[in-house]
Each structure stands twice: as C-alpha cells, then as structure tokens.
C-alpha cells in the first residue's frame, strides 16, 4: 500500500494546505506515517517568513537527501513560500527533490494520483481551515509573502460556500476563513463582495457552530466588518489584528499604512461593538534602527491595548523585501532576544490577569479533542480550555466552569 509523510512549519494557511494534500492522497488510497523513513512519497510545506524558518526549511530538505540515498524509490514534494516560481532554478539547487508546486498551487506529482479532485476532497476537523484569499498585495516592508504567495486572489464566494458545506457535513463545526489579508477579501471579485457579506453567507450553513478568521490588517479591516461580528450569531468574538510595533516611526518605515492614533480607534470600535471581544496580535522586535525608546513605546503599547495574547518574533532580512534592500539589520541577535523576552513577560503576566478574570465563569466550549486523559476545546473568545468528564464530547459544544487559569490555558468542569 502506498505511504506518504507531511512535514508542515508556518501559518495556518500551511495547516490547511496540508490537510487538502493529506485527504487527496487518502482518497487514492495512501496511508498516512509518522516517520518519513516509512513512506513513499514524503511532502515538505515550507515557510520562510522569517530566516529561522528557512533554516528549518532547509535542514528537513539536507535529511531527505540523505535518506534518499539508502531508499532510492522514495519520492520528495516540496511545496509552500520556500517554492520561487522559477522551478527551473529550483531543480537545479534541489535536484533530489521530485515534485515541486507553489504554496497554493495544484499538486505536481500527476503520475501518482490524479490531481483534478484536489479542490475539494479533504477530511474534516472540528475546527477546519478554508482559504478564501490566496497572496498580498500589501508590501509590508519586512516582509516576503507578495514575493513568494504572489498577488491578492480571492476565491469565489459561491466556492468557498460549497467547501464550507461540504466541510460542515464531513463534521467541521467551526470554519476558520483564512487569508494573508482576509479584510481585502473580493475587491478582486467582478461583484465586490467583502468579507462581511461572506459571513452572511457562511453563517446560514446549518450545523455549522461558528465561525473565525485571520489575519486581519489594521489598514483594511471596515465598521462594515464590525458591525458583522456584532450581529452574525456564528461569528466569533476573538480576532487577531498584528500592529508588529508601539511606534509609529518603526511602523511607518515597515510600510504598515496605519499609525497607533488609527490602531487605538480600531481597538475601541471593537471593544465597544463586539463586548467581551479577545484581541490578539503580532510583534516584530528589532526591525532595522529600532532604538531602545522605541522598543519601549511597544512595551507601553502592550500595557495600555491588553491584548489576550501576543505572538513575538525577531526581524531577520527576508531576500527581495525593501527592509532588506534599504536598511541595515543593525540590532544585534542577543538585544533582539532580550526585547523577544521583554515582549513575552509583560505579555505573559497582562494574559495571566485576563484569564484570572474567567474563573469563576462559564464558558462555552467547543471540544476539539483529548489530550493526557482530558478534553480540550475552545471558548468562543479562543481560549484554550481542559476538563474532565467520563461522557463523549468530541464535536459538541459545552458549558465548562473555569476553576483555573494561567496565561496559556484554562481548566474548569461541565
Ligand atoms: S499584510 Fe504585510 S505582513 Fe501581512 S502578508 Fe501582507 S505584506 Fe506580509
């Protein structure tokens, strides 16, 4: 029987990618291995978003090598940012790998499985991932996602509504709509539908339990949007809005297109619209020239928004990007980690306070699964939530009573 193996690294685009290729190669009856020693077709999803990535990128591409040479009929894929379009190129720096097809893409190994289901067969997780926006057209100054996923593509809303039902009766109950830009989603579309007009959509599929999104852009996201989140019943009160940085200099020499004064009334419509909304959001420390004063102004920014949960990165030159063609990256690796550090204490102790606040609560919990004995699912508010309980809960949504917090997760009883 045929084997494959997936190593996947980056976003959530990634996971679900990952997913689609995982169902197309079930339904032509492979068999999933943990070990990529045990398959016959191993498929790498790659991620350079940040050099630390690539590097891991890399060393996966340098094992596969080698153990191609002790199991010659093993087949190597590589596919997501790591692809450039120039596949010739890549043949030549890669000529142990088999197949190579960019994030997004169709699939290229035809002469294994036919690749024309590819769209649509995939298994459906409690909480699944549908892409409805391919590329960015932003140009954010770090950053390599318009060179490597291209140009903004929106898939049509009548596709995605047949994949959401399609996924709703393979048993998903939460549909995460995902996109680099989700807030820029059908300007592209001949009837300029918008995000907020594909959750009306989305929200009338029966059996669905809710709906989530990401990533939002401060510059984009619309009162329109807002004002969905508020009365769509499905939707959920948790969005993640990245402001990368607490200084308007630093964000305007990352080309972001908004400043704090815009991001903090962006914070108060959706506080005020949306109540008890969960804000997370994303950093990048050290971007080139970023003084001390500056990366304080980030710290204090942390302490005035109160986001739910903060992702932190280093900035590292990412190949074809303005940053690395016009600036140096001038902050040296161990301040890099030490402001990183900086950013998750105070991050960690304003999500320890927050989550504090639940105990006590009930909260609704949509179980994902089991783990070490418990289930776990997540709040409407996307917080990561145990308990334990005899019964079968996999699917269902559930009132849990929180009796403890810490800054990662919450554990309570039904
Ligand atoms: S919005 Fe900016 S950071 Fe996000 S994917 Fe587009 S270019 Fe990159």
Known sequence: MPSYNIWTIGCQMN???????????????????????DAGLVIVNSCVVRQS????????????????????????????????????????????????????????FTDLVDVESYSLPRPAAISSGLTIIQGCDNFCSYCIVPYRRGREQSRQVADIESEARYLVEGGARELVLLGQNVDSYGHDLPDKADLASLLEHINCIDGLYRI???????????????????????????LNLPVQSGDDDILQRMK??????????????????????????????????????????TLKFLEEARFDAVHVAAYSPRPQTLASLVYTDDIDPSEKDRRRKLIEEAQSRISAEINSGLVGQTVEVLVEGRKKGKWYGRSRTDKLVFFEHPGNWLGRQVPVKIEHSSPWFLKGSI
Request: glycine share 8%.
């Open 212 to 238: 989530r999104f990401l990533t939002n852009h401060p510059k984009d996201m619309s009162e329109r949007l807002i004002n969905s989140m508020a009365s769509l019943d499905k939707v959920c009160q948790q």
């Open 53 to 108: 990535a690539e590097n891991r990128v890399i060393n996966k591409l340098m094992r596969l090598r080698y153990l191609k040479r002790s199991h010659p009929g093993l087949k190597i894929a590589l596919t997501g940012c790591f692809v450039t379009s120039d596949i010739a190129q890549m043949r030549k720096k890669y000529p142990f790998v088999d197949y190579f097809f960019t994030a997004g893409s169709s699939p290229t």
């Open 256 to 297: 972001r297109g908004y400043n704090l004064a815009h991001y903090r009334k962006l914070l108060e419509g959706l506080r005020s619209g949306v109540p008890g909304v969960a804000i997370t959001t994303d950093i990048i420390v050290g971007f080139p020239g970023e003084s001390r004063e500056q990366f304080d102004n």
């Open 15 to 37: 996971r679900a990618e990952s997913e689609r290729l995982e169902a197309l190669l079930e339904n032509h009856g492979y068999t999933g291995v943990a070990k990529a020693e």
